[in-house]
């Protein structure tokens, strides 16, 4: 198998005939979302990284509600008056990350 098929961004799939039995195709890439509530995350396809993606906690990966709601949970654990085993399994991941 050549190198440039090695990558996991190209799948196989069955060819069409005797003499190709498979070929190649490079993988179709997601549209980011939120993983809590699912929102599409608006990207900017072109420019800087740093254009691209928003320069706020958790830009690209939580949409703005929810990393607003995580970082108000993160200050109530951080304040003593929450504590991180009273946050909900799903956000209780990010809201680690802030408070480290």
């Not at 005939?17 to 939120?34: D, L």
């Not at 599409?40 to 949409?63: D, E, N, T």
Request: glycine share 8%; charged share 35%; with cysteine.
């Amino acid at each position: 198998m050549l190198p440039r098929f090695r990558s996991n961004a190209v799948r196989k799939v069955k060819g069409k005939g005797v003499n190709f039995p498979f070929r190649y195709v490079r993988k179709k890439s997601r549209v980011a979302c939120c993983p809590l509530c699912g929102v599409k995350l608006a990207v900017r396809r072109q420019g800087a990284k740093s254009k691209r993606i928003p320069s706020r906690a958790f830009g690209g990966v939580l949409c703005a509600k929810c990393s607003f709601d995580v970082l108000k949970l993160a200050g109530r654990v951080m304040g003593g008056r929450m504590k991180l085993e009273d946050v909900d399994m799903e956000r209780r991941k990010f809201v680690k990350q802030m408070v480290k």
